[in-house]
């Protein structure tokens, strides 16, 4: 780790001024160098009582992390957290810093559980996802629709958990709120459950979980599931996952689309060097509904992209997807076979320095098609938003 953490100057240890109390710059190198080599030496017990003593007369960013790193290699990994994210929520850490300090979170939320939010500003083209055309036919009927598709700004809150619960086990929850002004599209989801370790490495995992979804401050679906996920091929260049999950979702306002669902997706990612990533994710998903009509089979792939500029710290982000699902009898509204293609094309910008606190924060933009053989389905929209997470 020590080429990832050289950034920081032994320089910063006299920044400290008043807080060196009665010891002279040399004296506080020479202890800094004494516990340096008894970190580096694996005697991490006498480091941290030696950083200890230098963070209570220097409490200088170098000093933090040193003193985190030997707390972490000590298992106090509560107290090791609070020093990393005091480091990296300091204004002056070089983003290189950051990202080494984030491996170390990362590592200690992994072991002791997390609670992470995020907010979005979002400007929405079709909020409703309304179809374009101004007239349908039903039968030997004409519809005109009340309203077109209009932009609207609104706020989607996010936030997610994990919890081991013993060595295999772990409790996971995702949670997301769309809010946009009046109530009549805001969107509740929230998807929870256990997952359970089936081999040793954790890299294949069974899970059984719940999702549960409101529109409109009224409850919408329910879907509990089991499942599957597994790390297929690893290394550090490249990773290859699988998943798998069944269920049942019931609507309780609509019973005709209650129905049982099955799906597999396998994703890959491809890291050519530090600045250039690529990914690709291929999916299928059958649904059978209660009523033939609004049953479905499917699929869609997605590649994606990641490029990073260590000289300006952006990073730029692209992925699309194309898929289509085909419906299994007449649509009993318009008399016709349905089938729909699907696309999207997403676009995300950062930069390792744009912050907000302790956020990070980027700009989304993305646009959605979807094109039906019946036109009352089809719709597009465009999506721009600022992330802060």
Known sequence: MRPLIAGFALCALVAAGPAMGQWDDE??????VQG????????????????RELHQRAPTPRIKLELARALYAEGKLDEAKTYFR????????????????ERFVTAIEERTGYLKWAVTVVSDSNPKNQARQKEFAIGDFRVTPTESPKQMLGMKYSAQGWKPLSFVTGGYFTASYADFPGREIDRFTLDGGVVQNLVESGRVRAKTGLEFSAFADKRLYQYP????????????????TGEVKVGKVHFPDYSYLNANTSSAALSGTYNFSSSLAASLRTAVEDSHAAEAPYSYRGGDVGPGVNLFFPESAFLV?????????????????????RKDSRSRLELRVGNKDWRWRSNYVSLVASVEEVRSSIEF?????????????
């Open 86 to 101: 005091q480091v990296s929520e300091n204004t002056d850490t070089p983003w290189r810093v950051r990202d080494n300090v």
């Open 36 to 51: 340096m080599r008894q970190l580096e030496s694996g005697n991490t017990a006498e480091a941290e009582r030696i950083l």
């Open 377 to 389: 389905y089809s719709y597009r929209k465009t999506n721009v938003s600022v992330l802060v997470e």
């Open 317 to 337: 982000g692209m992925n699309g997807s194309v898929g289509s699902r085909k419906y299994a009898a007449v649509d009993p509204m318009f008399g016709q076979m």
């Open 225 to 240: 599931y089991v499942g599957m996920d597994a790390v297929l091929v690893q290394d550090p260049a490249y990773r290859v």
């Open 27 to 32: 004296t506080l190198q020479r202890a800094f």
